[in-house]
């Protein structure tokens, strides 16, 4: 078939032993699943249809690693907590062009490919953008022929599946693995081992030099799982490598064989709870020090990996530096300044010095938030007691910059204390002790990094002026911005095919590897028959996400309403609270004084909630209340709709995103770093209505301030209202009929009357606590704003007009771009030949 052909050319390699697509279902079938093709399941034909395409990209990742060998290219090493890849079959058949030859395939074992796409289930191994982000750079380094190497957790349950009841968010195991992945290949001859516990002892050697020897550890083994991760056309594939933790032993047999089994695997069952679930509950400190080994576990496996392969291509460490990159995705990978100090020294007799040139000039540190609450610390007594030789060292290192600091600033305690890497919690004053000593993992990841950077060009001011003033006096060179981006090969030429099959016929499929070509769309801002297909595109995708809503939820939406948006991660200040209260505000105008809409709308939440987080658990249950007292309405629910999608994650919102028509982007501006779902939104279509907060600012930069709706306070406003002490949210409420009766309704038990008080919370963190997310400060603006929305969107024509020059300057928005960004300015590496 040409399609085949196509592969041949592009990469050089051939069918793996002759075999067609089918001929390798066909022997799956029958020598893994030992079925008939005529006995199989869907969920068989499946595995077959990707274990057929894993083999060929098990060739094509060899012929990479070779090509790579051969041009010597240095390598970066992308160590990331999350990898949220979404589901893989669709996505490697289309990189590795094989749909015509698939879907014949799979159409001979009676099933389409849409069908065995969505018998996949999605790879547990992320939870929000900075998964999903982590997922774009492994994707764009593959397709850009950068040597890339992503390290991870191959975690068994990820993070929970999301279900309601009675509203209520209620979490159950995510047990993808359940039946299998044809995508992770084990690799037991690679596995790692990582100590654990233990004490440090000085120790003398034959020479008379003394030094420090971490002794009577635990060990736990990590043994790798390699995910390929297919670049467009096949251009390389490089590897995802995955860490499972297993038991150094499988149970000890003394205690077996005195009669006690539990007792005996006792040790197995505790070690392999290291990558059994993302983000454990960290309130209690059991599950706070289970997070603590997550990290390091990563960390020394990928650490001790990096300088295996490196001494088995290169010989000694010397070159390190100019060979290896390691970029770390935020504060959750810090420790490997301190791993890799410990490789350097303990393991490879390196000086300190040149040990310390080595890892500062290999790794670099990007920072993805301005919560202080998420500038990870640990408790000094925790690091000594589970990683004793590790704190030795930050301790070292903090030593030795305490010592820089107090030439820099000799008089200013205050600075010195703020600085050095171990100390108190941001707020905190005085000395630290031994109980409240903790160590800062930005402040490690800091000093112990060549480059800083940030994630949006706001974001990155912000870490600059607000986040770290001080760290940038000392290295200003150190701090640089990397605005985020998207992979268009999944979020435009995957999930929203009728919209990448209009660009293609209009203007070429040179857009999927070279996103700016998009601007050639502009052209035809004033052919009506290509607006009108803009239109029908998203009339499709409205029908796809209504059926698969009244699938999920049971409603059943208008397709000529406005589908309204907001799908993220469920926190305070992404304000999915500011948007409810308006849909609250819209109840009670409709149904108390028959206010009547220009257009009609259906709100669509997704997210999810983390399990400790109250307040957010509590503002979903206010969505899914509103929206049973609207669906039960009949006056209301003929103008307005909600729906909370449940368990949102890729293959959720691969059917979202194309068909929303206005993205809900509305942080409070300051706090979001950058955001990714507005890039994906827009380049499928949907207007943005947003603050001027993370990549919003850039994106508005883009388009053009009449193609998107901004409102509210900015970054500075918010900032001023704050350190001024002057604002009041009883003010804002006394002076707003409008916001005073949603308030006064919130806490009345409107809006669940059978849980009288349940939104008090709420109503309290608004009223009572301080309103620190300025909702209440940005809702009138908010609400007038929405106003303009409506009855734009009654003029179709002004509307696709607008749709259309967003989609048209998403360019920059590539990961595309992103990665060659960092590859040139932070990696200092080229794709190789």
């Known amino acids: 078939m040409a399609v085949v052909s196509i592969r041949k050319q592009e990469v050089g390699f051939d069918k793996p032993d002759g075999q067609s697509v089918f001929e390798a279902m066909e022997y799956f079938l029958k020598y893994s699943r030992l079925v008939t093709p005529s006995d199989a399941s869907k969920q068989d034909v499946m595995h077959a249809l990707g274990n057929a395409v894993r083999n060929r990209l098990i060739d094509c990742l060899i012929e990479t690693e070779q090509r790579i060998l051969a041009s010597g290219s240095k390598r970066v090493h992308y160590l990331s907590m999350e990898f949220l890849v979404g589901r893989l079959l669709e996505n490697n058949i289309i990189n590795l062009q094989l749909v015509d030859e698939c879907e014949t395939a799979a159409g001979a074992l009676g099933y389409s490919l849409e069908e065995l796409f969505d018998a996949e289930y999605d790879p ?97 083994i990590g043994v790798p799982h390699d995910m390929p991760i297919a670049g467009y056309r096949g251009k390389a594939v490089n590897t995802l490598r995955l860490y499972s933790a297993r038991s150094s032993d499988e149970f000890n047999i003394s ?32 599950g706070r020090e289970l997070r603590l080994i997550q990290e390091y576990f990563l960390v020394s496996c990928a650490v001790q990996d990096i300088v295996r392969r490196h001494k088995k291509q290169h010989g000694d460490l010397d070159s390190f530096a100019e060979k290896q990159a390691i970029q770390l995705n935020d504060t959750h990978p810090a420790l490997t300044v301190v791993e890799l100090m410990r490789v350097l020294v303990d393991e490879n007799s390196i000086g300190w010095d040149r040990a310390w040139e080595i890892t500062n000039a290999t790794c670099a540190y990007t920072n993805h938030t301005l919560l202080p609450e998420a500038l990870e610390t640990w408790p000094v007594s ?22 820089e600091l107090e030439e820099q600033f000799p008089d200013d305690m205050e600075t010195q204390s703020k600085l050095s890497v171990i100390g108190l919690q941001s707020g905190q004053s005085g000395a630290a002790t031994a109980d409240s000593a903790l160590v800062r993992m930005a402040s490690l990841s800091m000093l112990g990094c060549h480059s800083i950077n940030g994630v949006a060009a706001l974001h990155s001011e912000l870490v600059k002026t607000n986040l770290a003033p001080d760290y ?33 016929q209009k203007i070429g499929s040179d857009w999927i590897t070279n996103l700016g070509k998009l601007e050639e769309l502009k052209y035809f801002a004033d052919d009506e028959g290509f607006l009108a297909s803009l239109r029908e595109a998203k009339k499709t995708n409205k029908l796809r996400l209504a059926d698969y809503i009244q699938h999920t939820s049971g409603l059943v939406v208008d397709t000529n309403s406005m589908f309204d948006v907001q799908a993220k ?73 909600v729906v909370f999608l449940p368990d949102y994650k890729v293959s959720v919102a691969e059917k979202l995103m194309p068909a929303a028509d206005l993205s809900e982007q509305i942080s409070t501006a300051g706090f979001e770093a950058s955001g990714t779902g507005n890039m994906k939104f827009a380049m499928n279509g949907a207007l943005t209505v947003g603050t001027l907060d993370g990549a919003n600012v850039e994106i508005e930069e883009e388009v053009g301030s009449e193609n998107i709706y901004i409102f509210g306070m900015t970054a500075g406003e918010v900032e001023h209202s704050r350190v001024s002490g002057r604002y009041a949210a009883s003010e804002i409420y006394q002076n707003d009929p409008d916001l005073a009766a949603v308030i ?75 990665i060659s960004e960092y590859a040139s300015d932070i990696w200092k590496l080229k794709a190789f030949e």
């Not at 268009?488 to 919209?499: G, K, M, Y």
């Not at 349940?758 to 908010?782: C, K, T, W």
Request: proline fraction near 5%.
């Open 124 to 220: 547990a191994l992320g939870n929000g953008g900075l998964g999903r982000l982590a997922a774009c750079f492994v994707d764009s380094m593959a397709t850009l022929g950068i040597p890339g190497f992503g390290y991870g957790i191959n975690y068994e349950f990820g993070l929970f599946r999301q279900k309601f009841s009675n509203g209520y968010q209620r979490e159950e195991p995510d047990h993808w693995l359940i039946d299998g992945t044809p995508w992770n290949i084990e690799r037991p001859n690679e596995k790692i081992v990582v100590p654990l516990y233990g004490k440090v002892e000085n120790f003398e050697d034959h020479n008379g030099n003394q030094g420090p020897v971490w002794i009577d550890w635990d060990v736990v």
């Open 744 to 818: 006064d309704a919130l806490a009345s038990g409107t809006f669940c009357p059978d849980e009288p008080g349940v939104f008090e919370p709420i109503a309290n963190s608004l009223m009572v606590e301080g309103d620190y997310f300025r909702v209440l400060g940005d809702f009138r603006a908010y609400l007038d704003i929405q106003e303009v929305i409506g009855k734009d969107y009654l003029d179709q024509d002004l509307w696709t007009r607008k749709v259309l020059q967003n989609i048209a300057h998403m360019g920059k928005f590539s990961s595309d771009r992103t």
């Open 382 to 403: 925790m690091v000594e007691t589970v990683i004793p030789r590790h704190m030795q060292i930050i301790r070292e290192i903090d030593r030795r910059f305490n010592l």
């Open 472 to 504: 940038n006096r000392l290295w200003p060179e150190k701090f640089n911005n990397k605005t985020n981006g998207v992979t268009p090969r999944r979020w435009l030429l995957q999930c929203n095919r009728p919209l990448s099959k209009l660009f293609t």
């Open 255 to 286: 205690i077996f064989n005195e009669g006690d089994y539990f007792k005996a695997v006792e040790g197995k069952i505790s070690s392999e709870r290291i990558s059994k679930i993302l983000y454990p509950e960290d309130s209690v400190s059991s």
């Open 569 to 641: 991660r469920i926190h305070e200040y992404k304000r999915q609270l500011m948007m409810a209260l308006y849909v609250a505000h819209l109840y009670l105008k409709i149904r108390n004084e028959g206010l009547e809409l220009p257009s009609s709308r259906t709100f669509i939440f997704g997210g999810k909630a983390a399990p400790g987080y109250f307040i957010a658990k509590r503002i979903i249950k206010l969505i899914n209340s509103l929206a049973t007292i609207i669906e039960n309405d009949p006056v209301v629910s003929q103008q307005i709709k």
